[in-house]
């Protein structure tokens, strides 16, 4: 596509014929400069929280922030934008900014790598869902015309050398001022990076190219060296050797359901109705995330090391729990009815719900999460040796709530039927996420009856496990969705629920005292918990199992 022509304004839109001699590149840069400042409105409204307008001091910290982030923008241009590529980079920057402000203005998120990966990893129907008319009018009037506006411009051309020596003479210059900027103000500017660290997530357009830097940076990285193999010492404990029939763990990994909204957990509506009447099923009401968002959730719960000594270059780099289990003979499979496993299940054997199609339940790409239960019986009926089976539902994935249930969970109304968030006020929003609750409760309860019967007709021994990834903000202080950096993410966006339940036969088998476990549930637990309560259950022995973490090691009949 030619450029200059998509940026043609019509005539009378055109710069005035006064603008029209010709600029200096740094001359457009730093205007540039100054109108992205615009983009930083949500950096300013919590930069200046708690201050007063009547207070001198707020404008000259206010003033001060202004002349940094400026400083800032110029730095980020000026090392991007050169010779003809000035104006391609410099548009697809204002752009960027123009699309990255609207999300943080409108769900209050913040835009650091591990939300730049979930960004980059987004499939189309999920992305489809997040683009609206809000967006594609900020895209247009703080993004397109600006970017068409600055296109016009006619720049003067320098010889390279000068222009080189130019440019490196105003990136000290910018350089100098910024610092100058946090010298002014370093007492309240340090400690606004001691305790607001994250805020420089919300300086736009440079936390765009920073995180996206950042993740391409760990990609290289990672793609440079094979994952490593953990577990090697991995082999089948007695429990699993002495075992006469078949066993299968079911592992449901949910999405975005978050704690508050549970209805096993209390909460003021029965979102559970079906959980509520399965016998037997143990419900852990204090269960603490790894992550705010699935690109870290997934990949650390089936990671030895979890939240308490996290570190995302060692867990993406590491085999997972899958490959530990399948090491020592347990029959893995990974069925996806979302964004994929993350790596989890990289080499071992997987299914997407889309690709296999069950009949009324998929649609534009995106299925209903009971396609995970297709062809379930089948094969539990031919199963053999130990397996653990893994759902990756699509679960409350938002904004679209109201697409995850079908018709007959449309229980609680009025449900907000808009993939714009803001189009619905926070009753709608919740009776919206709360039917597509209702529906994760029957896909669950629904899961759990088969396993039941598979059980009593006395051909394999069954478990199932369900916890959600991570929670929701459903307009809780002014923020919608997740994936807020942990250190600043509330609580609904960290808690989610987990539920066990265990056939009479694998209770037996694997000694498992359920009083002492519903007993153990009362207490508080976490992802950290999977990996180690997951090769104890199926007895799988390695040094990585520290029975501390196993929910079930404390509760065994010896
Ligand atoms: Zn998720």
């Known amino acids: 596509m030619n450029l200059s022509a998509f940026f043609a304004l019509p005539a009378p839109v055109r710069l005035p014929p006064s603008w029209r001699r010709s600029w200096s590149a740094e001359g457009l840069l730093l205007a540039i400069s100054v109108f992205l400042l615009s983009a930083n409105s949500a950096f300013f409204r919590q930069a200046l929280t708690g201050r007063s307008l009547g207070d001198p001091s707020s404008w000259g910290w206010g003033l001060t922030l202004a002349v940094a982030l400026l400083a800032l923008n110029f730095l980020v241009l000026g090392l991007m934008c050169h010779g003809r590529l000035l104006k391609p980079v410099a548009a697809l920057l204002i752009l960027l900014a123009a699309g990255g402000s609207h999300f943080i203005a409108t769900f209050g998120i913040y835009l650091d790598p591990s939300m730049l990966r979930n960004a980059l990893r987004t499939d189309p129907a999920e992305a489809g869902e997040l683009i609206g008319l809000a967006l594609l009018a900020s895209l247009l009037f703080k993004g397109v015309l600006p970017a068409a506006l600055m296109w016009q411009v006619p720049l003067r051309r320098l010889p390279f050398w000068r ?110 109705p079906e959980l509520a009447a399965v016998p037997g099923l143990i419900n852990f009401p204090q269960v603490s995330s790894c992550g705010t968002n699935t690109e870290v959730s997934v990949p650390c ?22 490959h530990v289990l399948a090491r020592a003979g347990v029959e893995v499979l990974w069925r996806d009815n979302q964004s994929g496993c993350k790596g989890v ?24 999460d009971e396609a995970l239960l297709a062809g379930l019986d089948e094969r539990l009926a031919r199963a053999q040796g130990s397996g653990l089976i893994v759902l990756h539902m699509l679960g409350n994935h938002g904004p679209s709530y109201f697409r995850r249930y079908p018709e007959r969970f449309a229980r609680f109304q009025p449900a907000c039927p808009s993939d714009d968030l803001r189009q619905c006020d926070s009753t709608a929003i919740a009776n919206a996420y709360d039917n597509a609750l209702l529906y994760t409760d029957h896909v669950l309860a629904t899961l759990i009856a088969r396993l039941k019967a598979q059980a009593q007709s006395d051909q394999v021994d069954t478990a199932m496990i369900y916890l959600s990834d991570h929670g929701e903000s459903l307009g809780e202080s002014n923020l919608y969705l997740h994936g807020l950096p942990w250190a600043i993410a509330p609580e609904v966006q960290k808690r989610v629920p987990m539920v066990m339940w265990f056939s009479d036969g694998l209770a037996r088998q694997e000694q498992i005292d359920l009083d002492c476990l519903r007993r153990r549930a009362a207490q508080p637990a976490a992802h950290d918990n999977l990996f180690h309560t997951m090769l104890g259950l199926l007895d799988v022995r390695t040094a990585l199992h520290e029975p501390a973490l196993d929910l079930l090691a404390g509760c065994r009949r010896s």
């Not at 029939?245 to 999405?255: A, D, Q």
């Not at 719900?353 to 534009?364: F, R």
């Open 163 to 272: 222009a080189q020596g130019r440019r490196a003479l105003w990136l000290l210059g910018a350089l100098l001022l910024l610092v100058a900027a946090i010298l002014v103000e370093f007492r309240p500017l340090s400690s606004m990076m001691r305790n607001q660290r994250d805020l420089r997530y919300l300086v736009t357009p440079a936390n765009l190219v920073w995180s996206t830097g950042s993740v391409v940076a760990a990609d290289l990285k990672g793609a440079a060296k094979p994952r490593q193999a953990i577990g090697l010492d991995a082999t089948p404990g007695p429990r699993m050797s002495a075992r006469t029939r078949p066993m299968r763990v079911v592992l449901v990994v949910g999405e975005t359901a978050r704690a508050a909204n549970w209805g096993l957990n209390g909460y003021a509506r029965q979102t559970t």
């Open 301 to 322: 719960m089936f990671a030895p090391v979890g939240r308490r000594d996290y570190d995302e270059a060692r867990i993406r780099g590491s085999e997972s729990l899958l």
């Open 345 to 368: 299940c990289d080499g071992l054997p997987s299914q997407e719900m889309v690709q296999i199609n069950p009949p009324g339940l998929c649609a534009d790409g995106r299925c209903l």
